[in-house]
């Protein structure tokens, strides 16, 4: 048993499913002078100011600082090869995100670079990769394939994921092999989105190597229609629906996802009203990506109208090579005080439980409750204000991962 006392403020929300409308905010409970108790890698119980504490093997005194439920990063593309700063000088010169992806850069870079590198070569970058996270406070990982764009290197792609997992990394995989045309079907999508639905979705669902399928559907890439037939290919193999949409354009993206009742919709740039409605209506949580807004300097989703519609909001990295080179989930934090207007209460539950829940992990993570995994992080902070705040700083103290206190 471990047992983790004097805390000043355990912060976190309750349940398995997420939270939304003004139960973003209201649902996270601040616990003063709360105390954990650990049992192997789930949560005994939570205690709060003037319980009796029972004995324990092991003591870790929090010392008074700010203790949450471990960061959930719902949506990265973390393995990949390669990186691709040289496209700074190409931004800075206007380049847009589909100019350089239309000229063969963007995606089809990476992708040249993944093809190339070894499963054993992409493992050892995406394990550096999330140990880095881990000492950000992410404890749990959404891993999306997506730069291979063919049968074999999807399938490296996912295998590397699955050996993070069987290496102790609490990471979730989503094939994505509907990120963009590759150059051997130039000029085709259609005869791409074929491919991908006759020949490679069933060969990824019958090795169980991803829990969830996702698409890019956007002005450039993929239509709604061929979203659609995508989407509805993987849900009929036994993959639920994820989805990028309405980042460039709002083509449709997010009305799909409603429509198919996806278990999330991502990016969200610019969704328009019609599209929050069928998020709201369809149960779709919105995993909204401010860091990559950051980085390309565009606008920002609207957060508020999400919220205020009903949408539970999630707030993730999108860390990959091309829009968005940070793995920071604490910036996208500060990023959503400053650019979304979210409340600290509904910052923190877009990066625990909402987040977990857009992962299919809400019942086990996110929430810091008897019968969870014993995910925690103890903050150099005194409340969850205090987090939003400060910018540029990693705030960690120590994160406790699966009862085990590692840092």
């Not at 909204?288 to 919220?307: C, E």
């Not at 625990?352 to 903050?379: M, R």
């Amino acid at each position: 048993m471990l047992l983790i006392k004097n805390i000043g403020t355990l912060a976190t929300a309750r349940g398995a499913k997420p939270l939304a409308g003004r139960m973003q905010n209201d649902g996270v409970e601040m616990i003063r002078d709360a105390a954990v108790l650990v049992n192997g890698d789930r949560i005994a119980a939570v205690f709060g100011a003037g319980e009796p504490l029972p004995d324990a093997e092991r003591v870790f005194d929090a010392e008074g600082k700010l203790v949450t439920a471990g960061l959930t990063d719902a949506h990265t593309h973390l393995v990949f090869g390669g990186w691709r700063q040289h496209e700074v000088h190409l931004k800075l010169r206007g380049a847009g995100y589909l100019e350089i992806l239309q000229a063969g850069g963007g995606i089809l870079n990476t992708l040249v670079a993944t093809r190339s590198a070894s499963e054993d070569e992409l493992y050892d970058r995406a394990s550096a990769f999330l140990d880095e996270m881990l000492m950000h406070g992410i404890t749990t990982v959404e891993i999306k394939s997506g730069y291979g764009l063919d049968a074999e290197n999807e399938l490296k792609q996912l295998r590397v994921i699955k050996r993070l997992i069987n290496n102790g990394y609490d990471v979730v995989p989503t094939f994505m092999g509907a990120h963009a045309v590759p150059p051997e079907f130039a000029g085709d999508a259609d005869a791409y989105v074929e491919y991908l639905c006759n020949t490679v979705l069933p060969i990824v669902a019958e090795s169980g190597l991803a829990k969830y399928c996702d698409a890019f559907c956007e002005t450039g890439v993929f239509t709604v229609e061929q979203s659609r037939r995508v989407l509805e290919t993987a849900k009929r193999l036994g993959l639920p629906s994820k989805i990028h949409a309405d980042e460039i354009d709002a083509i449709g993206g997010s009305v799909l996802a409603g429509e198919l009742n996806a278990v999330s919709s991502e990016h969200l740039i610019a969704i328009d009203s019609r599209g929050v409605e069928a998020l709201a209506k369809g149960g779709v949580i919105a995993c909204l990506l401010p860091a990559t807004s950051f980085y390309l300097n565009k606008g920002y989703a609207p957060a508020r109208d999400m919220i205020e519609a009903g949408v539970p909001v999630a707030i993730c990295t999108d860390f990959n090579p091309g829009s968005c080179p940070s793995l920071n989930l604490q910036f996208c934090m500060n990023l959503g005080y400053l650019k979304y207007r979210m409340m600290p209460g509904e910052i923190l539950s877009a990066v625990t439980l909402n987040a977990a829940c857009a992962i299919g992990l809400g019942e086990t993570h996110g929430t810091v409750e008897a019968g969870k995994s014993a995910d925690l992080v103890v903050w150099n902070a005194p409340d969850i204000d205090y987090l939003v705040y400060r910018m540029g700083s990693n705030l960690v103290s120590h994160i406790i991962r699966k009862g085990e206190v590692i840092l």
